[in-house]
């Protein structure tokens, strides 16, 4: 991503996208620090990520040392790259807002004073909510991809019976018919399963067989 965002944004000293994970009240972190490319899984809530995941609220740092930003700082200022040079003193800590839930936080941050501007907030803003988008997707697939798998190891749980009543019976319900047959058909046998599977009382009647001919057959 830092590939994409250099060009409209100066990611040269370090950039981090920090990806809030609830379960655990933590953070994935993956930085780009100066120019080099590492990860961090599971580090504490802290910091400037901490606070604008709170807070749903941007926070830009003119100068960190005199503590000048656009609201208070509310937290003590951990630095995020693993260096021994001087702390950085212009940060902007976006968060990532999906439908009014923070699920991470953007950070920018450059060693001399008032660096940033605030046209660079709102590029990292802009920058921030097609990537809160794309966090979104990415978990809505891995929720359906599971309840996929979560649902095939169901059915393989439950024998054939199992499912056919359980599919006649939901078929009563939903049609709020008071009686239902469903004559379930064996393909590589070619013949119907008996006896048919049925949902109700039927009152004074012989449930029928089925008539049908080879081309009713899908």
Same mark, same amino acid.
């Given at each position: ?60 740092i003119f ?66 909510? %097609?990537?809160?988008?794309? @966090? &979104? ?7 359906? /991809?599971?309840?996929? #798998? $979560? ?13 056919r009543y ?31 599977? %049925?949902?109700?009382?039927? @009152? &004074? ?7 049908? /001919?080879?081309?009713? #057959? $899908?």
């Amino acid at each position: 991503m830092n590939d994409s965002v250099k060009d409209i944004l100066d990611t040269s000293h370090f950039f981090a996208l920090a990806v809030y994970q609830p379960q655990s009240d933590s953070l994935d972190l993956y930085m780009s620090d100066r120019e080099k490319y590492r990860k961090e899984m599971g580090s504490s809530l802290s910091g400037g990520c901490a606070d604008v995941i709170k807070q749903k609220k941007s926070l830009r740092i003119f100068s960190y040392s005199e503590k000048r930003s656009d609201r208070p700082l509310a937290f003590e200022f951990e630095q995020i790259p693993d260096t021994d040079e001087r702390i950085p003193e212009s940060l902007i800590y976006v968060p990532l807002l999906l439908r009014g839930v923070a699920v991470g936080a953007l950070t920018v941050q450059h060693l001399p004073k008032d660096f940033y501007r605030r046209l660079d907030q709102q590029i990292l803003e802009m920058i921030a909510t %097609q990537v809160a988008l794309a @966090i &979104g997707n990415m978990r809505l697939f891995e929720y359906l /991809k599971e309840v996929n #798998i $979560a649902g095939q190891q169901l059915t393989r749980q439950l024998s054939p019976a199992q499912i056919r009543y359980d599919v006649v019976n939901r078929i009563r319900a939903n049609a709020k018919a008071d009686f239902v047959v469903l004559y379930s058909y064996n393909q590589s046998e070619e013949k119907f399963i008996v006896p048919p599977d %049925q949902s109700g009382e039927l @009152i &004074g009647r012989v449930i029928p067989k089925p008539e049908v /001919k080879p081309d009713d #057959i $899908a």
